[in-house]
């Protein structure tokens, strides 16, 4: 089965094309003769080795021919052009955050995490708190993390925030952290590398979860993080092998076929969530409306500086609990799930899950692929339903 070349390198896109052309050549091989443009999923614990461990593969914790393939896609994504950057696959998004929060800090060291990022974080902090860590939050808006900095050893950035959609000015703070000795990891996952890339913006990681938009289709769990190749990603490396969280080939796979699609639903699905914002604008049962592509977003400003596309969530207030569990139950094209950036439309009550604070009735909507008329129709008439 055709892997990468010898060198690890394939027919890498020109540093100028279009994100089109990028993300449908991102990450294959040199083509071989009657072999397949993007070869199959690779499943192999370990790996022919006579004599001295000097090849690549070697054993299939540490490293699998699908994954070097998608890793370098995804290098090419978030650092387009960039030499020496250097992607690690991961078998979830937590895998991937965790690798860089546990990699990087020791007992004594200080960490700066938003005080508004993903609902999981809270856990995060009581795991790094038993390790003897200090950690210091802030919200993502007016960057306020910047009054926090001093001895922080990692700052963590969740640009745009979830489930707010709140926006900072990662570089204003990256050079703040920087100038203060702390390294600076931004959780890129709501954005995409066709919203936002990170390192362009002199954050030292690049983080995600590929389960969401990245993939797109809701059945794979996959993360990843791509940084400067050196110490800190060698780190990374580390404690990659050790904790074993590595991602199956056949979700490498699946991931990296369907990143040949990624241009094509950002680009529905950044312009259907516009349109659906600027449709609840005119709505009086919803409050707190956040879209960092509306003009007149708190965040817009800074995210038109930094962002290329604003992504596929939308999110809103509904006037109470039972408003906003009518308003889901109306709802007939969007599924009533967790998680966002699927085909598949999805929205949820985020306060069902008590990580968040959010209202009782803020809503978390994923715009998908349906036909953006449709879909806009389809919540309008769910908020008539659900007034009656």
């Known amino acids: 089965m055709t892997g990468p070349t ?27 003769k009657y072999e397949p443009t993007l070869p199959g999923p690779v499943f192999a614990a370990h790996f022919h080795l006579p004599g001295e461990p000097t090849g690549p593969y070697t054993y299939g914790r540490d490293e699998n021919p ?10 090419e994504l978030e650092a387009p052009g960039r030499d020496g950057v250097e992607t690690l696959a991961f078998a979830s998004g937590m895998a991937a955050i965790s690798s860089v929060l546990f990699s990087q800090l020791s007992s004594g060291d200080t960490v700066v995490l938003p005080s508004d990022g993903y609902q999981v974080f809270p856990l995060v902090r009581a795991q790094l708190e038993a390790y003897g860590i200090q950690v210091r939050t802030a919200p993502t808006g007016g960057d306020a993390q910047l009054d926090v900095l001093d001895g922080a050893r990692l700052l963590w950035i969740e640009s745009p925030s979830n489930p707010g959609l709140d926006v900072c000015d ?10 203060r000795g ?3 990891a931004v959780d890129n996952t709501l954005a995409t590398p066709l919203g936002q890339r990170p390192l362009e913006l002199g954050a030292d990681f690049s983080v995600a979860s590929g389960t969401k938009q990245l993939t797109g289709h809701g059945d794979v769990l996959l993360g990843y993080v791509t940084g400067q190749a050196g110490a800190a990603m060698t780190a990374v490396r580390r404690w990659r092998k050790i904790v074993g969280a590595i991602p199956g080939p056949m979700e490498a796979w699946l991931a990296h076929r369907s990143i040949a699609t990624l241009h094509l639903r950002v680009e529905r699905q950044s312009a259907t969530a516009l349109a659906l914002a600027e449709a609840l604008r005119t709505r009086p049962e919803v409050s707190g409306l956040r879209y960092p592509g ?12 930094q962002m290329r596309r604003y992504g596929c969530v939308v999110s809103f207030t509904l006037p109470t609990r039972a408003r906003a569990e009518r308003f889901l139950e109306e709802l007939r094209l969007v599924d009533d799930a967790t998680s966002f950036g699927g085909v598949r439309s999805t929205a949820e009550r985020r306060g069902r899950w008590g990580g968040d604070a959010v209202p009782e ?13 449709d879909l806009v129709a389809d919540v309008l008439r769910a908020l008539e339903e659900s007034a009656r």
Request: charged letters at 25%; hydrophobic letters at 40%.
């Open 6 to 32: 010898a060198d690890g390198r394939g027919a890498r896109p020109a540093e100028n094309t279009g994100d089109g052309t990028r993300v449908v050549r991102a990450g294959l091989p040199e083509p071989v």
């Open 66 to 75: 699908t994954w070097t393939l998608l890793e370098r896609a995804l290098g």
């Open 294 to 305: 509306l003009p007149d977003d708190p965040a817009h400003k800074i995210a038109s500086q």
């Open 361 to 373: 009735g803020f809503i978390r909507l994923s715009v998908g692929a349906e036909d953006p008329e």
């Open 170 to 179: 990662i570089r204003r703070l990256v050079e703040a952290a920087h100038a």
């Open 182 to 184: 702390a390294l600076v």
